[in-house]
Structures are given as structure tokens and as C-alpha cells.
């Protein structure tokens, strides 16, 4: 696939690029030049008008709500925009109706806010099991569904892993939870924008989503997806002004809970985000996407390859390979001065413990790339 975007184009939309390869999406996308303008109108709006400008943001939720349900293939009921994924995911694990001797299951070292909310459960007497991953890294759907007992009532998993990059078959986690009466969670934030996302068709009960990744919006707005079969399960664990069907009736004060998922609601959205994730939504759906991040994550694993670095996705199948690549940090990789070589040559990419991490995007450029491995030889 040639490049989507000329470099002048590049540099408009994605400001970042005019100094840096950007390769570090994983942490933190890159907000785009129309995610940030959107911030902006809504910042001016509010100054110039106050909440005289109640209409458009209204307007802009409603068409922002409708937007992001197609995009990760779920209703408008299925979902609540809250303040990120952690704390989406608090509503379920406060939701569920614990007693003493449950069980859940979560992969050993997962996303650390979704092990300490599952670790948190001890406290109401549920007994937690920790799934390793592999000697090569891996995560299995298999492993996580052996590890469920007659006492288990959800399994908790990343669809894509942030430490490894290793993509799970979440639909066969789905399904297999299911079949065994147990109910499934899917952490979505290093899936959604950098793979298609259509959670009617993966199954699960539940999931969350952040923003601020690789959909390339703004901080502090993530959200919780309740499959409309498993509303059920879950009960708000307190209510809020936006938690009932009529939030601005205030003189009743005792009502029944709003529809769908939007009874998870609290207080006052976060409107400057959802603006931002109005404009990112419409720029993505401006290109091909999920084709370009695949295809740029290849190349830099075909390149780390030609280099002689160790690739921990070649050790699996294709189909659990992501965006995410990353590098086992031995020989010249080792290097304690790493990340401070790759800052001071305006590469974005993680040196953690025991591995380079490299998340690229729809935008980068095979130039990016090469600035990149120019560092690392």
C-alpha cells in the first residue's frame, strides 16, 4: 500500500510529525490538528456564550454518541461515555453482586488497572487466579478458559496487550464464557481505532475504551460497553443527576434508572473531549485505516527481522499479531542509554524493562521507520 498522506499532509493533520517519528501510540496518540480545533470551538463557545450554547452540545453528544456506536458496532444504549477505561471498568467489577467464595479469572500481567480492580475483589471474598502468560509471551484464549471453575462469574482480559502487543481472539473468549455460564470483559483500549472494533459480533458482556490512544483524541474520556443482554447483572453501584430516565425533572427525586447503559452516567460529561472525538472519529473514517496501521506494522517487524532483532509476535500466529511491536531488548538493544538516544533523535518509541515497544499508526511513514532502526543499529 503507497503512503496515504504526502509529508505536507502528514504535517497538517498530525502536527507532531513535523519533528517527530511518532511511534509511541501505544502511551499516547498524537491528537490530530482537526481533534484539537474541535477542542478549541468548544473552549471559545463556552467563553463567548456560556451555557447559551446548550444546544450545539447537545447536538454535538447526540451525533458524537451515534458515531462512535457504529464505530465499535453497538447501539447507543450499549454504552456510556465516562472519565477513561479504569474507571469504566469500576462499574462492572462494583456492579456485579459478589458473594463470598466467587471466583474470576484475569492474565497475570495484564493491564495493571484491570489486575488490581480484579485483585480488589478479595476484599468481598472472591478468589482471584492469575494466568501466566507462556514462556514466548503468549496468551492463549485456552488458558484463561481452563482456568475457570464451577465458582467463576467473569474472566477478564486485554484484547490487545500493551506490554507484548499480542492481539486475543475475543471472540472465541466471548463464546467460550458463555458456554460456561460466566461472564466475559474485554479490555478494548489498544484495540479500538488501530483495529476494526464490532462488539455485536465479538459477544462479550462488557468492555471499555479510551480515547486517548489510538483513536488520537484527548484525554480523560473513556467508555464502558454493556452488552444489552448482561444489563442485568450489573447494578450502578450509586446514582448521579445524569443515572435516571429524567435527569432534569429535579423535583422527583426517586426514579427508575435510564435506559440501557447510560444509567452508569454520574454528573456533566466531559464535552471538550467528546468534541475531540467527534473530529478524530470523522477523520479516520476519511482513510483505510486498520489496512495502513496493519500493513506499517509489518514493515517494522520485516525490518527488526533484517536487523537481527528478536521479534516476540514471530514466535506466534498472524492472527495474534497487532500493531503493537516489540523488540526483546538484548545485544545492542540492552543499551541502558536507549530511550535517551532515541529522544535526542526525535524517535517516539518505549525502551521499558526487557523490551522496545513500537506502536505505530495510520499516519506514520516508512521514514519513520527508518529514522527509528537508523537508531538502533
Known amino acids: ?21 511518532y511511534l509511541d501510540n501505544a502511551r499516547r496518540g498524537s491528537i490530530s490538528a482537526p481533534a484539537a480545533a474541535a477542542a478549541v470551538r468548544y473552549i471559545e463557545g ?3 456564550g456560556g451555557v447559551t450554547a446548550w444546544p450545539e452540545w447537545q447536538r454535538v453528544w ?10 465499535i458496532g453497538a447501539d447507543t444504549d450499549e454504552f456510556q461515555f465516562l472519565v477513561n477505561a479504569t474507571e469504566s ?23 495493571p488497572g484491570v489486575v488490581r480492580a480484579m485483585l480488589d475483589l478479595r476484599r468481598r471474598g472472591v478468589e482471584i487466579t492469575l494466568v501466566p502468560d507462556r514462556p514466548d509471551y503468549s496468551r492463549p484464549v485456552e488458558d484463561l478458559l481452563n482456568a475457570i471453575t464451577d465458582k467463576t462469574r467473569l474472566v477478564a482480559a486485554s484484547w490487545v496487550d500493551f506490554r507484548t502487543g499480542w492481539k486475543l481472539d475475543v471472540k472465541a473468549l466471548a463464546q467460550g464464557c ?25 459477544g462479550a458482556d462488557f468492555a471499555t475504551f479510551a480515547i486517548r490512544k489510538y483513536l488520537c483524541g484527548l484525554d480523560t474520556l473513556g467508555a464502558l460497553y454493556v452488552r444489552r443482554a448482561s444489563l442485568s447483572a450489573l447494578t450502578p453501584h450509586t446514582q448521579g443527576l445524569f443515572s435516571v430516565a429524567n435527569p432534569f425533572d429535579f423535583e422527583t427525586l426517586e426514579q427508575r434508572y435510564a435506559d440501557g447503559a447510560k444509567r452508569f452516567a454520574l454528573g456533566t460529561p466531559s464535552m471538550v473531549q467528546v468534541y475531540s472525538l467527534q473530529a478524530a472519529l470523522e477523520l479516520q473514517a476519511r482513510y ?4 495502513r496501521v496493519t500493513e506499517i506494522a509489518e514493515d517494522a517487524r520485516q525490518l ?21 511491536v516489540v523488540l526483546k531488548r538484548e545485544g545492542k538493544l540492552a543499551d541502558e542509554t536507549l530511550q535517551e538516544r532515541l ?35
Open 1 to 21: 500500500m503507497p503512503e496515504l498522506l504526502t509529508d505536507a499532509e502528514r504535517h497538517e493533520l498530525f502536527p507532531v510529525t513535523r519533528e517527530w517519528a
Open 46 to 48: 463556552l467563553r463567548d
Open 62 to 71: 447526540d451525533e458524537t454518541n451515534a458515531a462512535f456506536g457504529k464505530f
Open 89 to 111: 471498568f469500576a462499574r462492572v467489577t462494583l456492579g456485579i453482586d459478589w458473594q463470598p467464595g466467587d471466583h474470576a479469572v484475569v492474565a497475570e500481567r495484564d493491564y
Open 178 to 202: 458463555r458456554e460456561r455460564g460466566v461472564f466475559s470483559f474485554v479490555d478494548g483500549v489498544q484495540a479500538v481505532g488501530a483495529l476494526p472494533v464490532d462488539m455485536h459480533d465479538v
Open 288 to 291: 483505510p485505516v486498520f489496512e
Open 304 to 324: 527488526a527481522r533484517e536487523d537481527g532483532f528478536h521479534v516476540l509476535a514471530d514466535a506466534w500466529s498472524e492472527t495474534n499479531r497487532s500493531q503493537i
Open 343 to 377: 529522544n535526542g533523535a526525535k524517535v517516539a518509541a518505549s525502551a521499558r524493562q526487557g523490551i522496545l515497544r513500537i506502536a505505530p499508526h495510520w499516519y506514520n511513514s516508512a521514514n519513520d521507520l527508518q529514522r527509528l532502526f537508523e537508531v538502533l543499529r
